[in-house]
Protein backbone atom coordinates (compact mmCIF):
# COMPACT_ATOMS: atom_id res chain seq x y z
CA UNK A 1 0.00 0.00 0.00
CA UNK A 2 0.90 3.47 -1.06
CA UNK A 3 1.87 6.06 1.82
CA UNK A 4 2.71 9.87 1.33
CA UNK A 5 5.86 10.67 3.31
CA UNK A 6 7.90 14.10 4.11
CA UNK A 7 11.58 14.26 2.80
CA UNK A 8 12.39 12.82 6.27
CA UNK A 9 10.50 10.01 5.64
CA UNK A 10 7.79 10.71 8.39
CA UNK A 11 4.47 10.99 7.22
CA UNK A 12 2.07 14.03 7.46
CA UNK A 13 -0.62 12.34 9.85
CA UNK A 14 2.51 11.67 12.06
CA UNK A 15 3.42 14.95 11.78
CA UNK A 16 0.03 16.49 12.27
CA UNK A 17 0.32 13.85 15.68
CA UNK A 18 3.56 15.88 17.21
CA UNK A 19 2.47 18.61 19.66
CA UNK A 20 4.31 20.82 17.82
CA UNK A 21 2.26 19.69 14.51
CA UNK A 22 -0.80 20.28 16.96
CA UNK A 23 -0.36 23.54 18.38
CA UNK A 24 0.20 24.65 13.98
CA UNK A 25 -2.78 22.89 13.50
CA UNK A 26 -5.02 24.86 16.02
CA UNK A 27 -3.06 28.08 14.41
CA UNK A 28 -4.05 27.15 11.06
CA UNK A 29 -7.68 26.72 11.79
CA UNK A 30 -7.72 30.08 13.88
CA UNK A 31 -6.48 31.98 10.39
CA UNK A 32 -8.56 29.67 8.35
CA UNK A 33 -11.85 30.61 10.19
CA UNK A 34 -10.69 34.57 10.55
CA UNK A 35 -10.23 34.43 6.83
CA UNK A 36 -13.48 33.16 5.81
CA UNK A 37 -15.17 35.18 8.62
CA UNK A 38 -13.35 38.34 7.65
CA UNK A 39 -13.80 37.82 3.60
CA UNK A 40 -17.09 34.82 3.24
CA UNK A 41 -19.15 35.97 6.89
CA UNK A 42 -18.89 39.44 6.77
CA UNK A 43 -17.31 38.85 10.33
CA UNK A 44 -20.89 37.21 11.50
CA UNK A 45 -18.85 34.12 12.80
CA UNK A 46 -17.95 36.51 15.57
CA UNK A 47 -21.13 36.22 17.27
CA UNK A 48 -21.19 32.86 18.13
CA UNK A 49 -18.62 33.50 21.35
CA UNK A 50 -19.27 32.39 24.86
CA UNK A 51 -22.48 34.89 25.96
CA UNK A 52 -22.85 34.48 29.59
CA UNK A 53 -26.01 32.88 30.88
CA UNK A 54 -27.50 32.69 27.61
CA UNK A 55 -28.48 29.55 26.01
CA UNK A 56 -27.23 30.71 22.19
CA UNK A 57 -23.88 31.08 23.67
CA UNK A 58 -23.09 28.20 25.61
CA UNK A 59 -21.76 26.80 22.49
CA UNK A 60 -19.58 29.32 22.29
CA UNK A 61 -17.76 27.30 25.04
CA UNK A 62 -16.50 25.04 22.42
CA UNK A 63 -16.12 27.79 19.27
CA UNK A 64 -14.69 30.66 21.09
CA UNK A 65 -10.92 29.54 21.11
CA UNK A 66 -11.08 29.92 17.38
CA UNK A 67 -12.54 33.26 16.95
CA UNK A 68 -11.18 36.65 16.94
CA UNK A 69 -12.70 40.26 16.79
CA UNK A 70 -10.30 40.69 13.87
CA UNK A 71 -6.94 40.12 12.47
CA UNK A 72 -5.20 42.61 15.29
CA UNK A 73 -7.04 40.45 17.51
CA UNK A 74 -5.65 37.14 16.02
CA UNK A 75 -2.07 37.90 16.00
CA UNK A 76 -2.07 39.49 19.27
CA UNK A 77 -3.11 35.81 20.34
CA UNK A 78 -0.50 33.81 17.65
CA UNK A 79 2.95 34.13 19.16
CA UNK A 80 1.67 33.63 23.16
CA UNK A 81 -0.11 30.52 21.62
CA UNK A 82 2.55 28.81 20.06
CA UNK A 83 4.95 29.94 22.88
CA UNK A 84 3.51 29.24 25.99
CA UNK A 85 1.69 26.20 24.57
CA UNK A 86 5.40 25.03 23.17
CA UNK A 87 6.59 25.17 26.72
CA UNK A 88 3.59 22.81 28.39
CA UNK A 89 4.35 20.83 25.29
CA UNK A 90 8.40 20.07 26.45
CA UNK A 91 6.60 17.74 29.35
CA UNK A 92 4.44 15.85 27.08
CA UNK A 93 1.57 15.72 24.20
CA UNK A 94 -0.64 14.24 26.66
CA UNK A 95 0.17 17.56 29.22
CA UNK A 96 -0.53 19.61 26.72
CA UNK A 97 -3.71 18.41 25.24
CA UNK A 98 -4.82 18.50 28.72
CA UNK A 99 -3.95 21.64 29.98
CA UNK A 100 -5.28 23.01 26.73
CA UNK A 101 -8.76 21.15 27.24
CA UNK A 102 -9.23 22.14 30.34
CA UNK A 103 -7.98 25.90 29.86
CA UNK A 104 -11.04 25.71 27.07
CA UNK A 105 -13.92 23.75 28.43
CA UNK A 106 -13.40 24.56 32.14
CA UNK A 107 -12.44 28.09 31.63
CA UNK A 108 -14.91 28.93 28.88
CA UNK A 109 -17.58 27.29 31.37
CA UNK A 110 -16.54 29.77 34.32
CA UNK A 111 -16.67 32.73 31.84
CA UNK A 112 -20.52 31.63 30.39
CA UNK A 113 -21.59 31.12 34.22
CA UNK A 114 -19.94 34.19 35.88
CA UNK A 115 -18.24 37.09 33.35
CA UNK A 116 -19.99 39.91 32.57
CA UNK A 117 -22.94 40.10 29.89
CA UNK A 118 -21.12 40.59 26.44
CA UNK A 119 -19.70 38.58 23.40
CA UNK A 120 -15.95 36.88 24.54
CA UNK A 121 -13.77 35.18 22.25
CA UNK A 122 -10.13 34.65 21.02
CA UNK A 123 -7.62 32.46 22.27
CA UNK A 124 -6.43 34.36 24.90
CA UNK A 125 -8.51 32.37 27.78
CA UNK A 126 -6.32 29.23 26.90
CA UNK A 127 -3.29 31.35 26.19
CA UNK A 128 -3.52 32.28 29.97
CA UNK A 129 -4.38 28.80 30.66
CA UNK A 130 -0.70 27.93 29.26
CA UNK A 131 0.37 30.58 31.72
CA UNK A 132 -1.24 28.87 34.92
CA UNK A 133 -0.38 25.77 34.18
CA UNK A 134 2.87 26.35 33.99
CA UNK A 135 3.21 28.57 37.12
CA UNK A 136 1.13 26.06 38.69
CA UNK A 137 3.66 23.47 38.10
CA UNK A 138 6.10 25.15 39.48
CA UNK A 139 4.52 26.05 42.71
CA UNK A 140 2.97 22.46 42.89
CA UNK A 141 5.78 20.29 41.96
CA UNK A 142 8.84 22.07 42.66
CA UNK A 143 11.29 20.41 40.13
CA UNK A 144 13.78 22.07 37.99
CA UNK A 145 11.20 19.94 34.88
CA UNK A 146 8.73 22.26 36.00
CA UNK A 147 10.74 25.37 37.36
CA UNK A 148 12.47 26.12 34.14
CA UNK A 149 9.56 26.64 32.27
CA UNK A 150 7.61 29.04 34.48
CA UNK A 151 10.54 30.73 34.88
CA UNK A 152 10.96 31.34 31.04
CA UNK A 153 7.24 32.23 30.80
CA UNK A 154 7.60 34.55 33.18
CA UNK A 155 10.72 36.21 32.03
CA UNK A 156 8.97 36.37 28.18
CA UNK A 157 4.96 37.36 29.73
CA UNK A 158 4.98 38.98 32.81
CA UNK A 159 3.43 41.87 31.57
CA UNK A 160 -0.22 39.64 31.09
CA UNK A 161 -1.15 39.78 34.43
CA UNK A 162 -2.69 43.78 33.18
CA UNK A 163 -4.74 41.07 31.39
CA UNK A 164 -6.40 40.54 35.21
CA UNK A 165 -7.25 44.07 35.79
CA UNK A 166 -10.85 44.84 34.44
CA UNK A 167 -10.97 46.27 31.06
CA UNK A 168 -13.75 47.73 28.77
CA UNK A 169 -13.51 45.40 25.77
CA UNK A 170 -11.35 42.94 26.84
CA UNK A 171 -12.51 39.79 28.67
CA UNK A 172 -10.45 39.21 31.64
CA UNK A 173 -12.69 37.65 33.38
CA UNK A 174 -12.13 35.19 30.59
CA UNK A 175 -8.38 35.41 31.21
CA UNK A 176 -8.69 34.83 34.94
CA UNK A 177 -10.87 31.84 34.22
CA UNK A 178 -8.58 30.53 31.83
CA UNK A 179 -5.46 31.18 34.35
CA UNK A 180 -7.55 29.29 37.31
CA UNK A 181 -8.18 26.36 34.35
CA UNK A 182 -4.81 26.16 33.77
CA UNK A 183 -3.56 25.76 37.66
CA UNK A 184 -6.50 23.49 38.20
CA UNK A 185 -4.70 21.60 35.09
CA UNK A 186 -1.46 21.49 37.08
CA UNK A 187 -2.36 20.74 40.28
CA UNK A 188 -4.49 17.75 38.84
CA UNK A 189 -1.32 16.51 36.72
CA UNK A 190 1.52 17.34 39.61
CA UNK A 191 3.83 14.38 39.78
CA UNK A 192 4.70 13.58 43.07
CA UNK A 193 7.54 14.13 45.19
CA UNK A 194 10.19 11.21 44.54
CA UNK A 195 11.27 10.32 48.02
CA UNK A 196 14.83 11.05 48.93
CA UNK A 197 17.41 8.94 49.84
CA UNK A 198 17.49 9.55 53.38
CA UNK A 199 14.26 9.59 53.30
CA UNK A 200 14.11 5.93 52.32
CA UNK A 201 13.23 3.53 55.05
CA UNK A 202 15.99 0.95 54.99
CA UNK A 203 14.96 -1.09 58.35
CA UNK A 204 17.11 0.61 60.51
CA UNK A 205 16.83 3.40 63.20
CA UNK A 206 18.41 6.49 61.99
CA UNK A 207 20.83 8.68 64.71
CA UNK A 208 19.66 11.59 66.53
Known amino acids: MAVVTTTDGRSPLGVVRSTGGLIALCL???WAVEGLDTFVFGDRLQQ???QPRQARGLDG????????SGWRHLISNTIPFAVLGGLVAVRGRGRWVTVTALSALLGGSMTWLFAGSGNHLGASGVVFGYLG???????F?????????????ILLYSGMVVGFVPQTGLSWEGHVFGAIAGLTAAKFLAEPDSPRPEDEDDGYWSGF
Open 28 to 30: MVM
Open 61 to 68: ILWAPFLH
Open 48 to 50: SGI
Open 141 to 153: ERRPASIAPALVA
Open 133 to 139: ALVGAAI
